[in-house]
């Protein structure tokens, strides 16, 4: 080894040391706990807003409508850019577990646990860059947009095989939550959580919250599937949709007003995981 790639290379373990010292550091903790608390924000707007729409009002069920009624709300914006910075934080937190830890496992555990921390970074970067958009004053629509990309993927067969994957993708992620609610999955992420009455309730809260999503990225995945199949992009709309969608099933207002109860409880229980998520 040259004395030029010696050098690179320890430069390079250095800048590495320094990142995860960085990324490890208890301030740093705390910023991205935030993220947690700002995820549990935008779904309980999203819940409020689902079930006044059961209620006959209107609104905007999905990202974009909690957004919107974020950045008009008093000091909203500071909220918004409170929220870009927390999932940003929580994202590169994440990113760092992938790169640093778990070095002592097996093979196949590690990568395991590095999916799953992958796969939570990408999710919790979307919704960093969601914020990032409204904190810079952009505006959007979150069923707009994923009707204009479905009708682009709809029109050629490869596109069209990877929707459907994207609806079966959502559909497991939907079966998932919603197994995570009814069996109590998510109690092995959390730690410190107090006896008692509190601690009955914030389970409870999580039982709700993860079943009610579960419940509503179901409903998403499935619309994904048959707009594909009937090759129409409008029924290929966002959370919205999906959600209005229930609401003209039989029975649908009772449905949606307790799926938007359910978002709510996601909201809060995700607000209060931020004290007890393991990191």
Known sequence: MGKKTRQAKQAADTTGNAAETAVG?????????????????????????????????????????????????PGGIFLIWAGFLGCAALALFLIAQVIFDWKGLETKKRLKKQLIAGSKAVVFAAIAVTFSVYAFGGTGNSDQTARSASSVLMSS???????????????????????????????????????????????WLGRVGYSAKGAALMIL?????????????????????????????????????????GLICYGLFSAVRSRYQKM
């Open 157 to 203: 067969t490869a596109g069209s095989v990877l929707l459907v994957g994207v609806g079966i993708g959502v559909l497991i992620a939907g079966g998932y939550h919603l197994f995570s609610g009814i069996a109590k999955r998510f109690e092995v992420n959390l730690e410190g959580v107090p006896r008692g009455t509190a601690g009955t309730a914030i389970i």
């Open 25 to 73: 550091s208890k301030s740093f903790e705390v910023v991205a706990r935030a993220g947690y608390v700002a995820t549990g924000l935008l779904h309980l707007i999203i819940g409020v807003i689902a079930f006044r729409v059961a209620l006959g009002k209107s609104g905007e069920a999905n990202q974009s409508g909690a957004m919107s009624q974020l950045a008009s709300t």
């Open 221 to 261: 995945g499935l619309l994904i599937v048959i707009a594909t199949i009937k090759q129409n992009p409008e029924q290929s709309s966002g959370l919205d949709g999906a959600l209005k969608s229930l609401r003209d099933q039989p029975f649908g207002l009772w449905l949606l007003a307790a799926v938007g109860i």
